[in-house]
């Protein structure tokens, strides 16, 4: 029933007729322990102006678990006493007939308060000294507030009791002091201004200190923040972006501009995502695919060429891109057109591949590429660049592997030691693009061009510690992942 009682209302009232009340007294006046009245009065001081309650303490003393024994059932020296038979008992005995803890120390306050007294004529024995004791150690215990100074000293030697400090408050009326808790208002809205309601109301006091509540803002996918950072690294290093708002390409681009055969196996259905409407694209420059139809076919620059019958058709049909090389050629094209002048380029976006799907592999994701066109630019200087590149994502240790592409010569595969993995793992390709490539679109032949690309989403899956691309993109991509994952991981070292 006491959890019922509304100790904050009858602590009111008590002041009310008090007007002035320690918090102890009050705890015996309501006749509950002294901690619920604590709490009473710190919820009513939270109500502006009610009461004033100013913090005191004092010392008071209590007992300890053996006081609390020696309280009720007497003193050691006390229970010794009474022990001891009128003819006398010897010590084995009487050890015997007392607790162990209580026997030793018992006997020895009852010898030198000359309660007993040891007879060692009759070979030890143990006597009463006087008829009769006063267990006053009992006495003090059952009542501190008889003891002097001195005896309240005394019972703390013997760790009868302790001193403890008490805290409590002194309470009394404050300036808006009622017996009618009302709680106060929390907030002043626009219609208490209007209907004028908020006068006379009491508003609690605002907690400037109180933390906000926690933001739900949006979150920036996995990829957004990697595709943010390298970004961040190319304009870091001078390149430029390159426009990849198509998705949809022309095989010209996508392939025949970057020297990449007719038969090629890549140009199969099972590679590539052919469109079927509109199926042809109209815009390959006529003079250029001239060019382009020759150093296939024919050949030129000093190059043989492939020698085969090439299809303007086959060049026209349109395609979702397959890499973003379409886009550097497209690039370089406009170079060669507008007046060559060194240039680097670079793109993040999507790319297309009819491959499938695996826990690594999925039909579209997303190429980083970049391109730095210079006169008597060289393999050496695609390897410091690369390596610059990579090291600006933390990869510090880089390999290189010869391949081949179509359209680079030499080609190299870029590796990088993963630490986690214990392992050299691929992360790029790269290359010196071809004069086959080159040369048609109107570069000079002293012009180089250096090339590489790698997907976004590797390093992603391997900075997120994500072991399936499913997990990353798609459509049974988790929304709390997105929520949860770090700011940016890149690593990113400044070099
Ligand atoms: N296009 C290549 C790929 O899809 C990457 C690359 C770009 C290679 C430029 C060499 C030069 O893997």
């Not at 003193?75 to 607790?99: D, Q, T």
């Not at 808790?181 to 626009?190: D, G, R, S, V």
């Not at 048609?440 to 012009?447: A, K, S, T």
Request: glycine fraction near 8%.
């Amino acid at each position: 029933a006491t959890g019922e009682r509304d100790l904050p209302q009858e602590l009111l009232s008590l002041i009310a007729k008090e007007n002035h009340v320690s918090s102890l007294i009050a705890a015996e006046k309501l006749g509950v322990d002294h901690q619920r009245v604590v709490g009473a009065v710190k919820s009513l001081q939270s109500l502006d102006g009610f009461i004033v309650a100013e913090q005191s303490s004092s010392k008071t003393w209590s007992l300890t678990s053996e006081g609390q024994m020696v309280k009720d059932e007497g003193s050691h020296e006390a229970r010794v006493f009474r022990a001891v038979p009128e003819e006398g008992i010897s010590m084995p005995e009487l050890m015997k007939l007392v607790p162990a803890n209580i026997g030793k120390i018992g006997v020895s306050k009852a010898l030198s308060s000359g309660w007993i007294l040891m007879d060692k004529t009759g070979g030890g024995v143990i006597k009463r000294k006087i008829p009769d004791v006063e267990d006053t150690v009992q006495h003090l215990l059952e009542d501190l507030s008889q003891a002097s100074e001195a005896q309240k000293a005394d019972l703390k030697k013997r760790k009868l009791v302790i001193e403890t400090v008490l805290k409590f408050y002194e309470i009394s009326q404050g300036p808006n002091f009622s017996l009618n808790i009302t709680k106060p208002e929390t907030e002043l809205t626009a219609e208490m201004l209007s209907s004028g309601s908020w006068i006379g109301k009491s508003f609690k006091p605002l907690n400037f200190e109180a933390k906000g509540a926690p933001v739900t803002p949006g979150h920036l996918h996995p990829l957004m923040k990697v595709r943010a950072d390298l970004r961040q690294i190319f304009l870091e290093m001078g390149f430029m972006e390159m426009p990849t708002n198509n998705y949809v390409e022309s095989s010209f681009w996508n392939f025949d501009a970057v020297f990449q055969p007719q038969q090629h196996p890549a140009r199969d259905a099972q590679d590539t995502f052919f469109l079927s409407d509109p199926e042809f694209a109209r815009d390959p420059p006529l003079k250029y695919m001239e060019e382009v139809k020759k150093v296939h076919s024919i050949g030129g620059y000093g190059s043989q060429g492939y020698g085969y019958e090439w299809s303007e058709a086959e060049s026209r049909k349109n395609v979702l891109r397959t890499h973003t090389t379409a886009v550097s050629a497209r690039m370089l094209y406009r170079l060669a057109q507008d007046g060559f002048r060194p240039a680097r380029y670079f793109s993040v976006d999507k790319v297309f591949r009819n491959e499938t799907l695996d826990p690594t592999h999925l039909a579209e994701f997303c190429q980083i590429e970049g391109v730095v066109a210079e006169k008597g630019a060289s393999l050496a200087m695609l390897m410091g660049i690369i390596s610059k590149f990579f090291g600006k994502l933390g990869m510090k240790e880089i390999r290189f592997k010869p391949t081949s592409n179509p359209y680079t010569e030499p080609s190299m595969e870029v590796y990088s030691y993963h630490a986690g993995l214990g392992k050299w793992v691929e992360i790029g390709n790269s290359g010196v693009f071809r004069p086959e490539m080159l040369r048609p679109m109107g570069l000079d032949p002293e012009v180089r061009v250096l090339g590489w690309g790698l997907s976004l989403e590797r390093p992603t899956m391997i900075l997120y510690n994500i072991d399936n691309i499913r997990d990353l993109v798609g459509p049974k991509v988790d929304l709390q992942m997105v929520c949860d994952s770090p700011l940016c991981r890149l690593g990113r070292v400044e070099n």
